[in-house]
Every structure is written in structure tokens, then in C-alpha cells.
């Protein structure tokens, strides 16, 4: 993913419209990309923070972005992990197909 790439999914990842495949290359990337994650800030400041702002209340914006991105994260580690489990699911079912057919034809 290109810087590009990741400034079209800010406001899809602020309004939590992202797919987990998505969200996964969009995460890798503004967590190793200085730029963006400036960008990610601006964006979540001027959808969310105003809103907030408005109300009255005080708000640490760093604080606030930090928890909807582990968030993110854990959702992203979680649905790998569910992920790399269907592949092993897959694997056992071909081989409880093989060896089933191996029964039926010795
Ligand atoms: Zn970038």
C-alpha cells in the first residue's frame, strides 16, 4: 500500500467501513508511515474531535486515536488468527478426505 492508497481509507477506517483485508494493509501502513498517521490525526481531529469538542467536553485526542487503534489492531490479530485456523481446517478436511478414500480403495 502507497501513501495514496492509505489517504482514500482514512475516512473509511474513521467511520469503521473498512474490510478486515483492508484494514490490515491500511494498519501495517500508518503505523510504519510518519505522513500518514499525521494524516490519520488531521482527519480524526476534523470528523470526530469537533464533534466532541463541540459538546463541551475535553478530549485527549492522542489518547482517543490510540484506543481506536488498538482496537483496530486487535480486531486485524484476531480475524488473522480465525483466518490462518480455516486454512487448517481446510488442510484436515482434505486429508480426512484422502485418507477416507484411501480406505475405500484398499
Ligand atoms: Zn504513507
Request: neutral net charge.
Given at each position: ?10 475516512p ?20 510504519k508511515?510518519?505522513e500518514?498517521?499525521?494524516e ?67
Amino acid at each position: 500500500m502507497n501513501c495514496k492508497d492509505s489517504d482514500k481509507m482514512i475516512p473509511l477506517f474513521l467511520t469503521d467501513q473498512l474490510r478486515n483485508k483492508d484494514l490490515y494493509k491500511f494498519l501495517n501502513h500508518v503505523n510504519k508511515c510518519e505522513e500518514c498517521m499525521e494524516e490519520l490525526t488531521i482527519q480524526y481531529l476534523v470528523m470526530i474531535g469537533s464533534s466532541i469538542l463541540e459538546e463541551g467536553k475535553s478530549f485527549d485526542l492522542r489518547e482517543a486515536l490510540n484506543l481506536l487503534l488498538a482496537d483496530a489492531n486487535k480486531r486485524i490479530k484476531r480475524w488473522r488468527v480465525l483466518y490462518a485456523l480455516s486454512y487448517v481446517a481446510e488442510a484436515l478436511t482434505i486429508a480426512a478426505v484422502v485418507i477416507i478414500l484411501m480406505m475405500v480403495v484398499l
